[in-house]
């Protein structure tokens, strides 16, 4: 069985910073890309950045461009994202995904797209607020 498992998640001032991570089961975890979304409260979900399986190619959305770094630990079969300078506006609830699609270059792999993503994880919540 397929699993993701976000933690991480909690509450935090502007400017500070949070580091979530997705444990993943179930699949041959080096063979594929993984994302993490967003969804905030009366929004729709967002890509916020997306790892090649091994770690080459990396993307962001632009608005958390220079703030978050999404790296993996493909021995631990985990993804991390840290988030730093965090803003109001990057509350929300946060789930990691993968396609379950292999490419052959990875450049394709980035970013993840929700239509094509085939397993969620549960999210975890991220509240920024003073």
């Known amino acids: 069985q397929v699993q993701l498992v976000e933690s991480g998640g909690g509450l935090v001032q502007p400017g500070g910073s949070l580091t979530l991570s997705c444990a993943t089961s179930?699949?041959?975890?080096?063979?594929?890309?993984i994302g993490w979304f967003r969804q905030a409260p009366g929004k729709e979900r967002e890509g916020v950045s997306c790892i090649s399986k091994g770690g080459g190619v990396v993307a962001y959305s632009d608005s958390v461009k220079g703030r978050f770094t999404i790296s993996r630990d493909n021995a631990k079969n985990t993804v991390y994202v840290q988030l730093n300078s965090l803003k109001p506006e990057d509350t929300a609830v946060y789930y990691c995904?993968?396609?379950?699609?292999?490419?052959?270059?990875?450049?394709?792999?980035?970013?993840?797209?929700?239509?094509?993503?085939?397993?969620w994880g549960q999210g975890t919540l991220v509240t920024v607020s003073s």
């Open positions: 179930g699949f041959t975890f080096d063979r594929y890309a």
């Open positions: 995904a993968t396609d379950l699609i292999i490419h052959a270059d990875d450049r394709w792999a980035c970013p993840l797209r929700e239509g094509n993503v085939e397993v």
